[in-house]
């Protein structure tokens, strides 16, 4: 592979952040010129390839990540909240496809409304 070095910023060193938690992935990445001669990010999204632990959760089931209710669907914000499912589940709660899904979003509310919030629930 060929880097384009920028005129400003030379490699233009980002750190990888992972798409589905958005921790640190480890990773350096050296995008160097890019479009407009921008400076590249100090962190930022550069693949769908999940870190490590994502990777882990997403053998034990289907990862649900907890976005915010209303969010941008392009970016939804992230709460930092993860749920790992079953496959079963995946399919009786969602109907989804676990041999083609491993992930989804999930706004709080629903969240609250599926899975039950304990605290607030009623006897």
Do not use: Q
């Amino acid at each position: 592979m060929c880097i384009t070095i920028s005129e400003k910023h030379g490699l233009n060193p980002s750190i990888s952040l992972c798409f589905y938690c958005g921790k640190e992935k480890n990773e350096l990445v050296l995008p160097g010129r890019l479009k407009g001669d921008i400076e590249a990010p100090r962190k930022a999204v550069w693949s769908m390839e999940p870190c490590d632990d994502c990777k882990k959760y997403m053998a034990e089931g289907v990862l649900l990540c907890v976005v915010r209710d209303h969010s941008d669907p392009k970016c939804p914000y992230r709460t930092g909240r993860m749920l790992v499912i079953s496959d079963a589940d995946a399919v009786r709660i969602f109907k989804m496809d676990p041999t083609k899904e491993r992930f989804a979003f999930i706004e709080e509310s629903t969240v609250s409304m599926v899975f039950c919030d304990p605290v607030n629930a009623k006897a």
